[in-house]
């Protein structure tokens, strides 16, 4: 099967969806799928076409000036997006509530190809009112028409399946409801010799107490929280790995923050190593990779008690949920310090009986399947007619 597959972004740029959609690559590939990964070009020095990749000139300011991730197609881009139509058997989208991605439909619905639409996020919540009117307005009308005009949505976490039902109510038919597989191979609890190396590039001692945050310094992730919090538990190490426009918040970090920066996959697998648990006090997420990704790692995580993707993991005691405060987060990481081997196993465990990336591949097919059979069926009615 050829599938197009379409995102925002990819890495390196940040972020969880970029690498939603590499997982989905990565998955696809692996089930032995050819797959055409269009996405924008940002940063500008990645090349323009590279073997599967098909990346966009990308007017980016909007992010560069606010953090809000708004990207704008130039030219070429329609061109890009009919040729990987016409090319593919099978559009897949990643979220709706973008321009690229509305052009992505487009292109699938004019190639008379089955568009499949994944959704990850709800409505993320904003300090600046006008920018939460934005995107209230954008989901009224450049979203759900994106929604509507799929062939198929898979509402990927428990965020977007309450977010999407409530925004269409029954106009929603053609819907599946799984969510994003991880690699849980190369997502996996690190042996005493790995966990020994990773300490000591790091020069953390063996016997500390490791905490870490990774995601894109901006105002959901809950970074203010984070530092907080480690000002109230000073024995405990930080280890805050990302970038993005509150950095400098961390000119002024306690001393116990180790600040890493930006890193790739490799780079993460180093920090779950060196960690004893993970803390993430965001709101208004999706279902982070950094949650799936640590969990898969045996790692306990620490999350907002609050939301909507919480409950599930909370109620199976395979996370530890804490109030969105700074002595709430304090408290919540030393719980799940104290149950680290406990809580662990039952994370990694809770990953592979879920989120596996063979798992999710299957199941996309499951969905792809029909829609490919319905569409043949079509086209054999019209040349008999």
């Not at 979220?95 to 004019?110: D, F, I, N, Q, S």
């Not at 898979?154 to 690699?183: C, E, H, K, Q």
């Not at 993707?309 to 304090?330: F, H, I, K, T």
Request: glycine share 8%; proline share 7%; charged share 20%.
């Amino acid at each position: 099967m050829r599938i197009a597959l379409v995102s925002t972004y990819m890495p390196p740029h940040p972020g969880g969806i970029e690498h939603v959609a590499g997982n989905l690559f990565k998955g696809y590939q692996r089930a032995g799928h050819e797959v055409r990964w269009v996405t924008s070009r940002v940063p500008r020095t990645l090349p323009r076409r590279e073997g599967p990749f098909v990346r966009v000139p990308t007017f980016n300011l909007v992010e560069d000036w606010l953090g809000v991730p708004v990207p704008i197609w130039g030219p070429g881009a329609l061109r890009d997006l009919r040729e990987a139509a016409d090319w593919a058997d099978v559009v897949h989208v990643v979220e709706a509530l973008y321009l690229p991605c509305a052009m992505a439909v487009w292109a699938g619905r004019r190639a008379r190809k089955p568009v499949v639409l994944c959704q990850n996020v709800g409505f993320i919540p904003y300090r600046l009112r006008i920018l939460e009117w934005i995107e209230q307005a954008a989901y009224a009308t450049l979203g759900r028409w994106v929604l509507l005009s799929a062939s198929h949505v898979v509402l990927a976490t428990p965020t977007a399946d309450r977010f999407v039902r409530r925004l269409l109510g029954d106009r929603l038919r053609n819907a599946s409801t799984f969510p994003i597989g991880i690699d849980t191979e190369t997502f996996r609890p690190a042996t005493p010799s790995e966990r020994g190396e990773a300490r000591a590039a790091l020069g953390i001692s063996p016997r500390a107490r490791v905490a870490l945050f990774a995601g894109r310094l901006v105002e959901k992730k809950g970074v203010p929280l984070v530092l907080a919090a480690a000002g109230l538990i000073p024995d405990v190490t930080f280890l805050l790995a990302g970038d993005g426009p509150l950095s400098p918040l961390l000119e002024s970090a306690p001393s116990n923050v180790r600040k890493i920066g930006y890193v790739d996959i490799n780079g993460m697998q180093q920090l779950y190593r060196a960690s004893d648990a993970v803390l993430l006090p965001s709101r208004g997420e999706g279902l982070p990779l950094f949650v799936q990704e640590a969990m898969a790692c045996g790692l306990p995580a620490v999350i907002s008690d609050d939301e909507v993707y919480a409950e599930d993991l909370l109620a199976r005691r395979v996370c530890q949920g804490a109030p969105r405060s700074q002595e709430g987060m304090a408290a919540g990481l030393a719980a799940a310090l104290e149950a680290q081997t406990t809580m662990g196993s039952a994370a990694r465990a809770y990953a592979l009986e879920h989120w596996g990336m063979e798992r999710m591949i299957e199941s996309f097919v499951e969905v792809i399947r029909p829609l490919l059979d319905q569409g043949l069926s079509r086209s054999r009615a019209a040349k008999k007619g």
